[in-house]
Structures are given as C-alpha cells and as structure tokens.
C-alpha cells in the first residue's frame, strides 16, 4: 500500500488550503483514511479521520476550520483547510488503517505565515 499526498505550502493566515492523498494497492473497502501534522518539537498529532463509510472526526483544533472528505471509488482522501493559523503550520501526513495495519504517506509542508 502506498499513500501519495499533495497539495501543501505557504499560506497567509486567514487563507486556505486543500490537501489530497491517493492511497494505491491492495485497499479493502472497509478502511479508515486520515490526517496527522507534526510541528517542529511537537509529536505528531490526529488533525481529522474518516471511515469509508463517511464518519468523521476531528481534533478539537481544527473544528469547524477543516473538512476531511474521501472518494472511495479512487480511495483519495482530502482535507479542506480554512481559515488557517500560524499554529497549523506543520507537516501534514496522511494514512490509511486497513485491517490492523497502518500506512504512512511522505508528508507535506504546511506553513501559515501570520
């Protein structure tokens, strides 16, 4: 299984930004896709998940900010973010939990410039 995640960079704060991930290989239909960030000296951190079947949820940080959604016919995930701060700025990593395994994407860079 292999995650390939898009759509970081530099961002004022107060703007916007839309993250993907294409998960590719042996995907079952029964999966849990989501987003995790990583500041510099922080551990990484949940930011929003979904279930295939569309259940969501979401750090308590970015409620209201973010929406994460999913094409399951291309097993893509996305994360809408608005109304970004300097404090989201991190490294964005998407994943994938098929069957008790956990996948990791390469990562994206995400700075908000205050």
């Known amino acids: 299984v292999q995650l390939q995640a898009s759509g970081g960079g530099l961002v004022q704060a107060g703007g916007y930004l839309r993250l993907s991930c294409a998960a590719s290989?042996?995907?079952?239909?029964?999966?849990?896709m989501g987003w995790y960030r990583q500041a510099p000296g922080k551990q990484r951190e949940l930011v929003a998940a979904?279930?295939?079947?569309?259940?969501?949820n979401y750090a308590d940080s970015v409620k209201g900010r973010f929406t994460i959604s999913r094409d399951n016919a291309n097993n893509t995930v996305y994360v809408q973010m608005t109304s970004l701060k300097p404090e989201d700025t991190a490294v964005y990593y998407c994943?994938?939990?098929?069957?008790?395994?956990?996948?990791w994407g390469q990562g994206t860079q995400v700075t908000v410039s205050s």
């Open positions: 994943d994938i939990m098929l069957r008790g395994h956990e996948y």
């Open positions: 290989g042996s995907i079952f239909s029964s999966n849990v």
């Open positions: 979904i279930t295939s079947g569309g259940l969501a």
